[in-house]
């Protein structure tokens, strides 16, 4: 069984930069799809991006596409979103999630393993 720790969130000032780490243990990290979700208040849970265990293939949302960046490190089992350009649109939390698949998926019942989350807040 897998488990799925996010870290790296916190307070920022829009049009600034973080990187969100999620660390992965239990099973071979290259073996499992990986995915970013996030939740913002009062709105439901909305894809951010994803990318394959094998050939690196990524998957953006409308909303992320040129702003945020997924990407992975098998060696340190750790997947990343970098965000950049931050807006307050973007306050949230944001989870990760895993799934033992070869192509990731963009919907939240396409992932079985998922991290406990991690603020972002943007201010103005």
């Known amino acids: 069984q897998l488990q799925l720790v996010e870290s790296g969130g916190g307070l920022v000032q829009a049009g600034g930069s973080l990187r969100l780490s999620c660390a992965v243990s239990?099973?071979?990290?290259?073996?499992?799809?990986m995915g970013w979700f996030r939740q913002a208040p009062g709105k439901e849970h909305e894809f951010v991006a994803a990318i394959s265990w094998i050939g690196g293939n990524t998957y953006y949302a409308d909303i992320a596409k040129g702003q945020f960046t997924i990407s992975r490190d098998n060696a340190k089992n750790t997947v990343y979103l970098q965000m950049n350009s931050l807006k307050t649109e973007d306050t949230a939390v944001y989870y990760c999630?895993?799934?033992?698949?070869?192509?990731?998926?963009?919907?939240?019942?396409?992932?079985?393993?998922w991290g406990q989350g991690t603020q972002v807040t943007v201010s103005s």
């Open positions: 999630a895993a799934d033992r698949a070869v192509v990731a998926g963009t919907e939240r019942y396409q992932y079985n393993y």
């Open positions: 239990g099973r071979a990290f290259s073996r499992y799809v």
